[in-house]
């Protein structure tokens, strides 16, 4: 019961995100039909069988039993459903090929167009709604063993400096992994003692990060302190926000984690803590590759140790920046946002179809949308639309792409018939659709066993 309950659970909320990125875009083809005088005989959510269905209009309204995508079926178009008996009669001023070639290829794009819409309202709202909570990329990283960057050369206690070129404060030193990948092969600069090191990152690295589930094996940890609790030792003995905890009873401490396992698995005993404060904490968001930031002043404060249920605690928090957005400062961030997505996504597809990456490992179909779907909505409201965004994206680059059957053929014959100032003979459109279906169905077969032989 479990299991079917679990499946269902996957199943529902990829068909959601199917459902919605799916009427999004078809809904930008049926606008644009209708803006132009079109008509539009079928707005479908789904593939044949038809499983409920009611026409309004000249448009029969439909969900197909088949939820892996979905069509408008326009009056004087040859598309997906090979319909070509509309040929033999003159054009009509309520068909599609009766248009002008500019008003057919706004038909065309505007699914697309749709999707990258999606995407930006999608990004602006979770700006809006829950800022950008982010921990400074400061002080020195913390390397996963066997991780991808420990196999780049990275080392626990090593301090990035630079990311491709740029500084690493520019970047977000390694924490955003988009900025490591826009380029055709990841360069790190690390200051590791009094030596700076120049790292390369592999060349397949999108299926590294496949492979590794997206993790990259680089934290940032620094010892600051974000806030001190009510009536806790640490608020007692005088520690506040942007303090940095240098050593413990004299012992160094260079990671947050450093400070919770010493002082969680202790006996209580007074400790004392030897902090850096900087003159302001804004200090710390631009501190860079050195750390502790400065300038400031360094002191030392005794704080007793609480029993919190058998683990001692000082009572604080680790630093973490929160940038709020207005409705008006969320729509700049939310379209950079979409900017930055729709060049990772584009560089992955280009890496992946030029043979750079592994094709089988990173490309998934159905099932890898379903895990990944149900992931992310297990995680909250917020992750689950950040992936909605990206398939929007995914769907929209896709669909342009020049192939038969997709957007981007059928606006590969309007570019023609503009240039040549003639349409493609029928023969030729009916041969190069056919050929489009097969490919694309094929590729949906390989992607569902794919997805299968990698469960």
């Known amino acids: 019961m479990d299991a079917a309950l679990g499946m269902l659970s996957y199943v529902g909320w990829v068909l959601l995100a199917i459902m919605i990125l799916v009427f999004v875009h078809e809904l930008g083809h049926f606008l644009f039909a209708k803006l132009f005088g079109m008509r539009v005989d079928r707005f479908s959510i789904g593939f044949p069988p038809k499983v ?31 319909d070509e008996s509309f040929t033999a009669s003159e054009p009509q001023p309520w068909e599609f090929r009766s248009k002008p070639v500019w008003q057919r290829s706004l038909v065309i794009v505007a699914g697309v167009v749709f999707n990258m819409i999606l995407a930006g309202v999608i990004y602006v ?3 809006a709604a829950y800022g950008e909570v982010t921990l ?7 390397i996963e063993d066997g991780s991808i960057a420990y196999g780049m050369g990275l080392r626990t206690g090593d ?27 990841l360069e790190v600069s690390v200051l590791r ?16 990060l496949s492979r590794s589930e997206g993790r990259f094996g680089v934290a940032y940890d620094p010892p600051v302190v974000g806030d001190t609790g009510e009536d806790t030792p640490a608020r007692a003995a005088g520690l506040r926000r942007g303090d940095w905890i240098l050593a413990l009873d004299g012992d160094t401490v260079s990671f947050w984690s450093d400070i919770s396992d010493r002082i969680g698995t202790g006996d209580g005993s007074p400790v004392l803590v030897r902090i850096f404060r900087p003159d302001t904490t804004v200090a710390i968001a631009g501190a860079g590759p050195v750390a502790p930031p400065g300038p400031g002043s360094t002191m030392e404060v005794t704080v007793t140790p609480r029993d919190n249920g058998g683990r001692y605690q000082l009572g604080v928090l680790p630093y973490y920046e929160i940038r709020e957005f207005s409705v008006l400062s969320a729509v700049p961030a939310g379209l950079r946002e979409t900017w930055t997505q ?16 592994n094709f089988r490992e990173n490309v998934g179909g159905p099932i890898a949308i379903a895990k990944i779907t149900k992931e992310a909505a297990d995680q909250g409201a917020a992750f689950f639309w950040q992936i909605v965004a990206m398939l929007s994206i995914t769907l929209a680059i896709i669909n342009i792409l020049p192939i038969p059957a997709l957007d981007g053929g059928h606006l590969v014959f309007l570019i023609y ?39």
Do not use: H, W
């Open 193 to 208: 003692g009094a030596d700076t090191l120049s790292l390369s990152g592999p060349a397949d690295l999108f299926t590294q």
């Open 159 to 185: 301090r990035v400096v630079e990311v491709n070129g740029r500084p690493a404060e520019r970047t977000g030193g390694l924490s955003r992994l988009e900025e490591t990948l826009l380029v055709d092969r």
């Open 52 to 82: 409920v269905g009611k026409k309004v209009g000249d448009t029969e309204y439909v969900i197909g039993l088949t939820p892996l995508g979905g069509y408008v079926k326009i009056a004087g178009m040859i598309d997906e459903s090979m």
């Open 136 to 142: 400074p990329a400061v002080g020195s990283v913390r």
């Open 417 to 455: 018939e503009g240039i040549a100032r003639r349409e493609p003979s029928v023969k030729v459109r009916m041969a190069l659709q056919q050929v489009g279906m097969f490919l694309l169905l094929g590729f949906m077969a390989f992607v569902i066993l794919n997805d299968i032989l990698k469960l």
């Open 342 to 357: 729709t060049r990772v996504i584009a560089t992955s597809l280009k890496r992946v179809f030029t043979g750079q990456e």
């Open 125 to 127: 709202s979770l700006k």
